[in-house]
């Protein structure tokens, strides 16, 4: 089986030589070639990996310009999706895979003999316990809440250790791109689940090294920040309004509590923060990215 691991790097040059040598030290059973797709870093990341002489085992590849997380993956998707691989592992940067997490993947996707359309791993945060931005939806609507069966049927799940079958990628296309940053991955693996089931791992576990064990939260983000969350608010209604009706009551829910967040815990800048949730909101009624797929197969 061979599988391309595709890892996403802006700027964290530590973070990703920590997950390289997870990667590097992978126990599955296949050819595993790794894809560092770095979107223009200028904190010295090729400086290190050629330092630590990584260069002669990773396929590395600087896209030029910062092409935000879902640009990013897009790109590392689109090239692997075009080579004759036969799965992809996808991660962010801050990703730490256990030794076997890999090989667990795999053994569900050949005991479900490729009848699936994606695996996620169980994600942990640096104290041991469930990292909360990286649970799981059971349902669109509802988290997982199991993390004790060795397999849980899911529909949508992070880029935080994803496998994917590349004829799934050919199936339904790439992510997207124009999102930039949030909700790619809940949105492609949800296209995904609309017509190929999706699991939970639990047995495949990675650590996932963000700052903090909680999301994204409007109400108590620092002012200098809040203009990404136009990325946030506008991609999300994109997700949601695919699910009808359903769909926009549970978008119309999550407005108003965010909404009330803002006006009741917001310590300054109330007015910026609601007017980042709605027009943001307002402008993803009229945002239609196309989606892409992948060419022809190169051989690599």
Same mark, same amino acid.
Not at 212 to 219: S, V
């Given at each position: 089986m061979r599988t391309a691991a595709i890892v996403v790097t802006y700027n964290r040059k530590a973070l990703l030589?920590?997950?390289?040598?997870?990667?590097?030290?992978?126990?599955?059973?296949?050819d595993l070639d790794i894809l560092v797709?770095?979107?223009?870093?200028?904190?010295?990341?090729?400086?290190?990996?050629?330092?630590?002489?990584?260069?002669?085992?990773?396929?590395?590849?600087?896209?030029?310009?910062?092409?935000?997380?879902a640009g990013g993956f897009q790109f590392g998707i689109k090239y692997a999706a075009e080579r004759d691989y036969d799965y992809l592992w996808i991660m962010d940067d801050d990703c730490m895979?256990?030794?076997?997490?890999?090989?667990?993947?795999?053994d569900i996707?050949?005991?479900?003999?490729?009848?699936?359309?994606?695996?996620a791993s169980k994600v942990l945060w640096k104290d041991g316990k469930i990292c909360t931005m990286?649970? *799981?939806?059971?349902?669109v609507f509802r988290p997982v809440e199991d993390?004790?069966?060795?397999?849980? *049927?899911?529909?949508?799940?992070?880029?935080?250790?994803?496998?994917?079958?590349?004829r799934v990628v050919r199936e339904v296309g790439?992510?997207?791109?124009?999102?930039?940053?949030?909700?790619?991955?809940?949105?492609?693996?949800?296209?995904?689940s609309r017509l190929k089931p999706g699991y939970l791992v639990n047995n495949s576990i990675v650590v996932h090294k963000s700052k903090?064990?909680?999301?994204?939260?409007?109400?108590y983000e620092s002012s200098d920040r809040l203009s990404r969350f136009q990325y946030l608010y506008r991609n999300d209604v994109y997700l949601y309004r695919r699910e009808g009706i359903a769909g926009f009551l549970y978008e119309s829910a999550r407005l108003l509590d965010h909404t009330l967040r803002v006006l009741l815990k917001a310590k300054d800048h109330k007015a910026m923060r609601l007017r980042y949730i709605w027009k943001s909101t307002m402008a993803g009624f009229s945002f239609h990215p196309e989606i892409e797929f992948p060419e022809g197969v190169i051989s690599k």
């Open positions: 030589l920590e997950n390289l040598e997870c990667l590097l030290n992978q126990t599955a059973a296949c797709i770095d979107n223009n870093s200028s904190d010295g990341t090729l400086d290190a990996l050629k330092r630590d002489n990584l260069l002669d085992q990773i396929i590395y590849i600087n896209t030029g310009k910062n092409l935000g997380g895979p256990e030794e076997d997490s890999l090989q667990k993947l795999l996707a050949h005991e479900k003999r490729d009848n699936f359309g994606f695996l990286n649970i *799981p939806r059971k349902t993390f004790n069966a060795q397999i849980v *049927p899911i529909e949508m799940a992070s880029f935080v250790s994803l496998l994917i079958p590349v790439l992510p997207i791109k124009e999102f930039f940053i949030w909700t790619d991955d809940w949105e492609y693996t949800r296209r995904i903090n064990n909680i999301g994204a939260n409007i109400a």
